[in-house]
């Protein structure tokens, strides 16, 4: 005798509590860059701020002359000139009837993507810059 029931339908499914949560690396720009001046700006600004010179210390002799160094300084600015944005819709009827924060969700992960833009931005730019010194700074 063969028996065929089907009782799926009394069987539930199981929902987590919460939404898997992506593996993430750590962003650092936000811990490396100065984000003093940032209430103040607008797309288009440019910040300048001067970069004082390096002075080099000198080994003294009494009674012996020195050498006086030039006191320059050069105009260090930021054009704010980028702008990023992340879009996504979702359904009111979606969001009412999803267990999950399904906008919540969304804005984390838009959040971090913009993160990630700005750090990849970030450490371009620090690979891509130079510091050049001399022998006389090496001491």
């Avoid at 700006?41 to 002075?55: I, M, N, Q, T």
């Avoid at 080994?59 to 879009?87: C, M």
Wanted: charged share 30%.
């Amino acid at each position: 005798m063969v028996i065929s029931n089907d009782v799926d339908a009394f069987i539930p499914e199981l929902r987590s509590a919460r939404v898997q949560k992506l593996r993430e690396k750590m962003l650092i720009a936000k811990a490396i860059c100065n984000f003093e001046e940032q209430a103040g700006l607008a797309f288009g600004d440019r910040v300048h701020r001067p970069v004082p010179v390096e002075f080099i210390v000198n080994d003294y002799t009494r009674d012996t002359d020195v050498t006086l160094q030039d006191l320059d300084t050069t105009d260090g600015y930021l054009d704010v000139n980028r702008s990023k944005e992340v879009s996504f819709y979702i359904d009111k009827l979606d969001q009412k009837q999803s267990k999950y924060n399904v906008e919540l969700e969304a804005v984390k992960r838009a959040t971090y993507q913009i993160k990630n833009e700005m750090d990849g931005y970030v450490l371009a730019q620090v690979a891509d810059c130079t510091y050049d010194s001399d022998a006389e700074q090496a001491g």
